[in-house]
């Protein structure tokens, strides 16, 4: 199976900072099919980004998705105190699907 | 607007099942998929297995093949997920989630979630 390692763990910021999530994965994900999820305290995940750079529907500009084979970003370009939550990448070009173990992103 | 509901909490002892209802509205359930995840206290999430709502194809997580069935009822928009042999390590908050009609698809539609609680 991919597995997916996300870095760093936690990420601490101010709001108004720019946030830059990894997500590497152990093999190439098939067509850059990569995406990214935001999950809030009690919440059920919502998705952000889909083929690794494609937006969903509402989400906003400051959240865009980058990288191709095995590294991929998900970048925060100014933090909003509604962006306080953990992210989780996962890779759907290749079964079992898999997801990565979550960035935290903390207010310092 | 696309709604993905799912059923309440249970509460099984060590060695029964547990069913879990998702019913889809807002969309024409037969053109798309519905997949299954799950979350351990504290943990990242994990693949159960997908079924395509149209046909009924299923494909499970090897972790999940011997214990998990996946099933949909069209008529009702609902899809079910049935994990037997319970233990407690399989105390989590499960998830459906909207995907594509293919397996290899994100899930942009989720369900608010069911915790479902092992213990003795």
């Known amino acids: 199976e991919n597995v997916l390692t996300q870095s760093p763990g936690t990420l601490s910021l101010s709001p108004g900072e720019r946030a830059t999530l990894s997500c590497r994965a152990s093999?190439?994900?098939?067509?850059?099919?990569l995406a990214w999820y935001q999950q809030k305290p009690g919440q059920a995940p919502g998705l952000l980004i889909y083929a690794a750079s494609s937006r969903a529907t509402g989400i906003p500009d400051r959240f865009s998705g980058s990288g191709s084979g095995t590294d991929f970003t998900l970048t925060i370009s100014r933090l909003e105190p509604e962006d306080f939550a953990v992210y989780y990448c996962?890779?759907?070009?290749?079964?079992?699907?898999?997801f990565g173990g979550g960035t935290k992103v903390e207010i310092k | 607007q696309v709604q993905v509901v799912q059923s309440g909490a249970e509460v099984k002892k060590p060695g029964a099942s547990v069913k879990v209802s998702c019913k889809a509205s807002?969309?024409?359930?037969?053109?798309?998929?519905i997949q299954w995840v799950r979350q351990a206290p504290g943990q990242s999430l994990e693949w159960m297995g997908w079924?395509?709502?149209?046909?009924?194809?299923?494909k499970y997580s090897q972790k999940f093949q011997d214990r998990v069935t996946i099933t949909r009822d069209t008529s009702a928009s609902t899809a079910y997920m049935e994990l037997s042999s319970l233990a407690s390590e399989d105390t989590a908050v499960y998830y459906c989630?909207?995907?594509?009609?293919?397996?290899?698809?994100?899930?942009?539609?989720w369900g608010q979630g069911t915790l479902v609680t092992v213990s003795s």
């Open positions: 996962q890779q759907y070009g290749s079964s079992p699907l898999t």
């Open positions: 807002g969309y024409i359930f037969s053109g798309y998929a």
């Open positions: 093999q190439s994900v098939s067509t850059n099919y």
């Open positions: 989630a909207r995907g594509g009609r293919e397996l290899l698809n994100f899930f942009d539609y």
């Open positions: 079924i395509n709502a149209g046909n009924g194809n299923t």
